[in-house]
């Protein structure tokens, strides 16, 4: 199980996710930027949900969450 703390922060996660989704916010930049903001957000919000599950899953499902992760991680180059 998570704990308090990690709870709070996926918690966190979801609301940055909430705001990037929310186009009316960024009304003053280009399609295309709001278009990625909204895109990172349901990122995010993917992201935060499937945290928010790990916990309850199977041994077999945490790794390939985590497989799928760091696969997510390796595209945008990222350094483990």
Do not use: C, H, P
Request: hydrophobic share 40%.
């Amino acid at each position: 199980m998570w704990s308090k703390e990690i709870k709070e922060e996926i918690y966190n996660l979801e609301k940055i996710a909430e705001k990037l989704r929310e186009n009316d916010i960024y009304f003053k930049l280009e399609i295309e930027e709001r278009v990625m903001l909204n895109a990172i957000g349901k990122i995010l919000g993917e992201l935060a949900g499937t945290l928010r599950v790990y916990q309850y899953k199977d041994d077999e499902e945490k790794l390939e969450i985590r497989k799928k992760i760091i696969g997510i991680l390796k595209y945008f180059e990222v350094k483990l």
